[in-house]
């Protein structure tokens, strides 16, 4: 691997663990709302939820530079309030890679939170936990393993990210250059096949890490709690 | 009085009506699968509650629907034995134990595990435990938690008989030692003979 190999992970890596730890609460809260919530507009807001993973990625891609660029009604007050900028930045790049990753970890932690045994919850209640102690204790620690899958099917994801990466903040070296936008940008010099296999090869030991660490993590959380969890 | 309880509460198609008047002691709900006995408890617990009714415990209104009071379930301080332990698997068996208890409460940690011969089992996670050395330590979490009666749902129904004659033998000294107001559901004959002052049918 040479130097500029190692900086492409690196980069990737950074984007993906910012995008995951960024909307990891939002997810979460997100995941909370459609599990446990009853209101109108549900199935409205699932649907908003999960139009990235069906969108074609261009489009997402192009709406967060809509909403997000230096013009956009988002990305104007990110600046003026928060002096952050996303357009041609790794930012930005962690932005789309969040976006993208969000149905993923909320469909995960939904489906954890779901299988929450209510029971144990009033049983707490009973004992006199107050409805924030039952979430602490109980809730939060039942549905562990579903939201560190989450994260790490998300980190996963945001590893691969491409085409809505590539629309908002396009292929910068060093910058918004991340795996796959190196292997295309590769691809596309002639000789670049040793960098192609190379960077590739990388990608998939990244990917399959990450997926073995979260189902060792699971099983280890779930062995106390009878029940079986898998990320796979 | 211990328990003076008038309360209904429509579930889907059926009705549950349930009213009686109890002392000291233990009092059984005595009854058929089906006919809401657990929910008759759960509406003492304060987790259902009732369409109408008055639900007074030892003196204390902690439901009346004329009057529009409702006391939250964590502070009617029921102690609720549920008829499959229902210990919180992530938590080892003293956690379990000390999930509800404090400082000023009935007996101690140590009190709870002699009384009711768990000592031992203090490091264990629950899933390794038998039928029966769960349900006492679901009865020593109820006790710790410093309840003011003790609601008890069919907590021999999962055991086998040796363990139930080494439950009941627990539930008899709790009714006799600690002399806080039970009410214990169950379907079975000789179980509520043997441990009720006083028989509900429902």
């Known amino acids: ?232 | 009085m211990s328990f003076e309880i008038s309360v209904s509460r429509r579930l889907g198609d059926t009705l549950v009506q349930c009213a009686f008047v109890a002392d000291a002691g233990l009092t059984a709900l005595f009854g058929p699968s089906g006919a809401g006995k657990t929910s008759v408890l759960n509406m003492v617990a304060g987790l259902l509650k009732p369409d109408e009714g008055r639900i007074v415990v030892a003196g204390e209104v902690l439901f009346d629907s004329t009057s529009g009071t409702d006391i939250s379930v964590q502070a009617r301080r029921a102690g609720y034995v549920f008829q499959d332990g229902r210990l919180f698997p992530h938590m080892r068996v003293r956690d379990n134990l000390l999930f509800g208890s404090s400082d000023d409460g009935l007996m101690s940690l140590a009190d709870a595990a002699e009384f009711l011969g768990i000592g031992h089992l203090l490091d264990r996670w629950p899933r390794t435990l038998s039928g029966g050395e769960a349900q006492r330590v679901a009865i020593g979490r109820a006790m710790l938690s410093n309840p003011r009666f003790l609601l008890m749902d069919e907590p021999l129904a999962a055991l086998d008989r040796a363990r139930r004659e080494e439950v009941m033998r627990t539930i008899e000294r709790l009714r006799d030692e600690l002399g806080l107001p039970i009410l214990y559901v169950s379907h079975d004959r000789a179980e509520v003979k043997r441990l009720a002052g006083h028989i509900v049918e429902i």
């Open chain 1, 1 to 232: 691997m040479t130097a500029e190999d190692w900086a492409i992970v690196h980069l990737s890596l950074k984007v993906s663990a910012v995008a995951v730890g960024g909307c990891l609460p939002l997810a979460f809260a997100l995941a909370w709302v459609l599990a446990r919530g009853k209101f109108a507009g549900k199935v409205l807001l699932d649907a908003l939820i999960h139009l990235p993973l069906v969108l074609p990625p261009v489009v997402t891609g192009w709406m967060l530079l809509i909403a997000f660029g230096p013009q956009g009604p988002v990305g104007s007050w990110f600046e003026s309030a928060l002096g952050l900028t996303f357009m041609f930045r790794w930012t930005g790049a962690a932005l789309a890679a969040a976006v993208m990753a969000l149905p993923l970890m909320v469909r995960a932690m939904r489906l954890s939170i779901e299988a929450v045994d209510l029971r144990f919850e009033a049983t707490a209640m009973t004992l006199g936990a107050s409805r924030w102690r039952v979430f602490r204790t109980i809730t939060l620690p039942l549905a562990l393993p579903g939201v560190v899958a989450g994260a790490v099917l998300g980190f996963a994801r945001s590893l691969g990210e491409f085409g809505a990466t590539i629309t908002f903040v396009s292929n910068i070296p060093g910058e918004t250059q991340t795996l796959p936008l190196a292997i295309y940008s590769a691809l596309q010099v002639p000789g670049g096949e040793a960098a192609v296999t190379r960077l590739a090869g990388i990608s998939v030991a990244l990917s399959l890490a990450a997926l073995v660490v979260s189902e060792v993590l699971a099983r280890r959380m779930a062995r106390h709690m009878g029940k079986s969890a898998h990320v796979l």
